[in-house]
T-cell receptor, first 114, second 112 residues
Framework: KAGVTQTPRYLIKTRGQQVTLSCSPI?????VSWYQQTPGQGLQFLFE???????NKGNFPGRFSGRQFSNSRSEMNVSTLELGDSALYLC?????????????FGSGTRLTVV | EDQVTQSPEALRLQEGESSSLNCSYT??????LFWYRQDPGKGPEFLFT???AGEEKEKERLKATLTKKESFLHITAPKPEDSATYLC?????????????FGTGTRLKVLA
């Protein structure tokens, strides 16, 4: 059974650019959550999508957005990149009850903003 | 403020030297406490979920316990391959919405 797939694994962008990250959840999982992980702040929740609808949102500026497609694949977009956006971006999938039974994470996309 | 605190931040053990990691939380309406293991360059890997005080779960050399204010992850006779960052997370309901927050983790290094 394939796990959660995130692409690309590594990305280098220039300040002011925008970036799109992709996540394919485990087959059959309809919930996809996104997290930002940095050494200082740990894992910070960005947003969660379930059946193409945003179900929950963290405290991040509007430059961070996401969407989910009908096949449950999800994308996350960050516009007008700042140096502080450099982080590991993790995607997690669940069958819909991750808050009760836990999540399966991908290996992440390492974003470096220069 | 809803918060999850893990201690210690880092821990070095000799192989076979048992110890415990702590996860304390200040949330109301707890629905579950979760332990994950994260290896460098990878995403967190789910280990356990605990739902109520007094509950215990075991997996190989790991045993997780839960009280009303904290959870412990006991590592018995650790091996070098147990070296990783261990994260805890809690799910709870606030203002009618589920929240899921992580602690900052304990970096465990087991020396051969």
């Amino acid at each position: 059974k394939a796990g959660v797939t995130q692409t690309p694994r590594y990305l280098i962008k220039t300040r002011g650019q925008q970036v799109t990250l992709s996540c394919s959840p485990i087959s059959g999982h309809r919930s996809v959550s996104w997290y930002q992980q940095t050494p200082g702040q740990g894992l910070q929740f960005l947003f969660e999508y379930f059946s193409e609808t945003q179900r929950n949102k963290g405290n991040f500026p509007g430059r961070f957005s996401g969407r989910q497609f009908s096949n449950s694949r999800s994308e996350m977009n960050v516009s007008t990149l700042e140096l502080g956006d450099s982080a590991l971006y993790l995607c997690a999938s669940s069958a819909g009850t991750g808050v009760l039974y836990g999540y399966t994470f991908g290996s992440g996309t390492r974003l470096t903003v220069v | 403020e809803d918060q999850v605190t893990q201690s210690p931040e880092a821990l070095r053990l000799q192989e076979g030297e048992s110890s415990s990691l702590n996860c304390s939380y200040t949330v109301s309406g707890l629905r579950g406490l979760f332990w994950y293991r994260q290896d460098p360059g990878k995403g967190p890997e789910f280990l356990f979920t605990l739902y109520s005080a007094g509950e215990e779960k075991e997996k190989e050399r790991l045993k997780a316990t839960l009280t009303k204010k904290e959870s412990f992850l006991h590592i018995t006779a650790p091996k070098p391959e147990d070296s990783a960052t261990y994260l805890c997370a809690v799910s709870f309901i606030t203002s009618g919405t589920y929240k899921y927050i992580f602690g900052t983790g304990t970096r465990l290094k087991v020396l051969a």
